[in-house]
T-cell receptor, first 116, second 114 residues
Framework: GQQLNQSPQSMFIQEGEDVSMNCTSSSIFNTWLWYKQDPGEGPVLLIALYKAGELTSNGRLTAQFGTTRKDSFLNISASIPSDVGIYFCAGLYGSTSGAGSYQLTFGKGTKLSVIP | ETGVTQTPRHLVMGMTNKKSLKCEQHLGHNAMYWYKQSAKKPLELMFVYNFKEQTENNSVPSRFSPECPNSSHLFLHLHTLQPEDSALYLC?????????????FGPGTRLTVL
């Protein structure tokens, strides 16, 4: 099956620093998604990317859909304590014709810790 | 609050018990999902329901039995589980199966099997 390699596995940063994380795959995807999971909660969708090369921002978060369709990047600028959590990438591959076959694959997550 | 609720939030059960997890979504969605989340592993998709019909069963053992009586409710019936089944079980919903990307997750049920 399809697999996503998400890195780094964990990060410790100082408040105010910028953060970068990425996901790569040997397979292509039609959609890339980034989720954040707080302790004791389910993942929450942060950014969805639908086209190769697309760059999308959500506040201090910026994500890009790689031009090869095999990777994606998430950047967080000027980190704050509430940014702590686990960030997951996910890739969706599916056919848009007929019933199609849709498969959403998740990375293992990047655990972010912010030191005040 | 994502519009997807799960009960119970925590569950401890023995291997001979039978229990059920419940998920309810208030978003008017037509697709619902069960995922298993174990430490240091990617989210594992277990079951997909689209318009109340099960469309995917990712080789899940029969000791897990899903039920979807309507588009708003999803259950996961558990019986004779093993300790390795201990995990966070997440429910999610999306507009339909094509809208898998924009899934809304519930808070999860933390299951411990003794």
């Amino acid at each position: 099956g399809q697999q996503l390699n998400q890195s780094p596995q964990s990060m410790f940063i100082q408040e105010g620093e910028d953060v970068s994380m990425n996901c790569t795959s040997s397979s292509i995807f039609n959609t890339w998604l980034w989720y954040k999971q707080d302790p004791g909660e389910g993942p929450v969708l942060l950014i969805a990317l639908y086209k190769a090369g697309e760059l999308t921002s959500n506040g201090r978060l910026t994500a890009q859909f790689g031009t090869t369709r095999k990777d994606s990047f998430l950047n967080i600028s000027a980190s704050i304590p509430s940014d702590v959590g686990i960030y997951f990438c996910a890739g969706l591959y599916g056919s848009t014709s007929g019933a199609g076959s849709y498969q959403l694959t998740f990375g293992k997550g990047t655990k972010l810790s912010v030191i005040p | 609050e994502t519009g997807v609720t799960q009960t119970p939030r925590h569950l401890v059960m023995g291997m001979t018990n039978k229990k059920s997890l419940k998920c309810e979504q208030h978003l008017g969605h037509n697709a619902m999902y069960w995922y298993k989340q174990s430490a240091k592993k990617p989210l594992e998709l277990m079951f997909v329901y689209n318009f109340k019909e099960q469309t995917e069963n990712n080789s899940v053992p029969s000791r897990f039995s899903p039920e979807c009586p309507n588009s708003s409710h999803l259950f996961l019936h558990l019986h004779t589980l093993q300790p390795e089944d201990s995990a966070l079980y997440l429910c999610a919903s999306s507009q339909d199966k094509r809208g898998q990307g924009t899934q809304y997750f519930g808070p999860g049920t933390r299951l411990t099997v003794l």
